[in-house]
């Protein structure tokens, strides 16, 4: 990751953040499905779209891609594809829930400030960690098939420590 692709991740949590504390959650996660399913789509209509956006947000990993070869990038983006679906479908769901529960419900502001930015936070620490693993797997990895299984298991790794740092948080406002 470059400083660019920092900075703008750091101004998209800072337009997210104020969306969440104007609107709500609801429709904030709501806004967010659109964008994954508008992702997908762009990605799945042309192949250069996903070549511009991973070398702008991850030169090195794209770079290393290329080394590779265009199977391992083929490999990596339909998988990419497919995420992105998945993510917009159930980020969608999420949002409906989140809507249903805003009208019974004040849901506004469930995090603070604090909690957001300590989430958020974490979030980029561990995204920068997996960044270097997986360029790590990438260069071990003698197939796109391998490449494919590790980020696979990456992806569930990552699933865990972010679903155990919400559980310790809202744990920690319980108790």
Partial sequence: MNLKSIGIMALLLVVISLIYNTVGIGITTLILAIIFLIQAVLFSIKTEYYDKFLSFMNPRLYSAYNEKGSDF????????????????????????????????????????????????????????????????????????????????????????????????????LIF
């Fill in 73 to 172: 990038i083929n490999k990596k983006r339909r998988m990419q594809i497919i995420c992105y679906y998945i993510l917009s479908v159930v980020t969608g769901f999420n949002a409906f829930i989140q809507i249903r529960l805003m009208t019974k419900i004040d849901t506004r502001y469930v995090f603070s400030l604090r909690e957001f930015l300590a989430f958020a936070l974490g979030t980029l620490g561990i995204i920068f960690l997996i960044d270097y693993i997986s360029i790590l797997a990438l260069k071990k990895s003698k197939t796109a098939n391998e490449d494919l299984v590790w980020n696979i298991i990456i992806g569930i790794v990552l699933a865990i420590i972010l679903i155990g740092f919400v559980s310790f948080d809202i744990l920690n």
